[in-house]
């Protein structure tokens, strides 16, 4: 009997890779997002730490130029404006990793089905087999008792 070949097996290899550059393709774009998100908690720390250095340069007792009051209240501004920015991209990757995570999904249940059509021909080919090596055996046996 023929050895037992998978008509698909090409399809199944292409979408083993392709699944495979999803998957690599959905850590890249989770990587990204993480190193974002770290980006913004360093921007809001820098915030923090201006408001707690103007807070301490403005106590009781102190006095402040109006200089000073103007470079202070640019640079909350300028850290303000970086950190909505920064919020406008963690969500632009977050909706990229949404979508990378989509693709992967799709992909893992197309490679699924095909290796459960697989599995199925594989079991189909089995019978097939146990039912040819069954038949040979029935007439090997015919034949034996013929010849008693």
Same mark, same amino acid.
Not at 113 to 134: D, G, H, V
């Given at each position: 009997?023929?050895?037992?070949?998978?008509? +698909?097996?090409?399809? +199944?290899?292409?979408?083993? /890779?392709?699944?495979?550059?999803?998957?690599?393709?959905?850590?890249?774009?989770?990587?990204?997002?993480?190193?974002?998100?770290? %980006?913004?908690?360093? +921007?809001? /720390? #820098?915030?923090?730490?201006?408001?707690?250095?103007f807070a301490d340069m403005t106590g009781e007792g102190?006095?402040?130029?109006?200089?000073?009051?103007?470079?202070? &209240?640019?640079?909350? &501004?300028?850290? /303000?404006?970086?950190?909505?920015?920064?919020?406008?991209?963690?969500?632009?990757?977050?909706?990229?990793?949404?979508? *990378?995570?989509k693709i992967l999904m799709q992909l893992m249940t197309?490679? %699924?089905?095909? #290796?459960? +059509?697989?599995?199925?021909?594989? /079991?189909?080919? &089995?019978? =097939?087999?146990?039912?040819? =090596?069954?038949?040979?055996?029935?007439?090997?046996?015919?034949?034996?008792?013929?010849? *008693?």
């Open positions: 009997m023929k050895k037992f070949k998978f008509q +698909l097996e090409t399809l +199944l290899k292409v979408t083993k /890779r392709k699944k495979d550059d999803a998957e690599m393709q959905f850590a890249e774009s989770s990587r990204k997002l993480e190193e974002c998100r770290a %980006k913004l908690q360093v +921007l809001l /720390r #820098e915030l923090a730490e201006g408001q707690k250095e102190k006095t402040v130029t109006i200089g000073v009051i103007m470079m202070y &209240n640019e640079f909350f &501004n300028w850290k /303000r404006d970086q950190i909505e920015k920064q919020q406008q991209v963690i969500l632009k990757a977050t909706q990229d990793k949404q979508q *990378k995570l197309y490679l %699924k089905s095909i #290796e459960q +059509l697989k599995e199925k021909r594989l /079991r189909e080919y &089995n019978a =097939e087999l146990l039912f040819e =090596e069954q038949k040979m055996l029935d007439e090997i046996g015919l034949q034996l008792s013929m010849r *008693k």
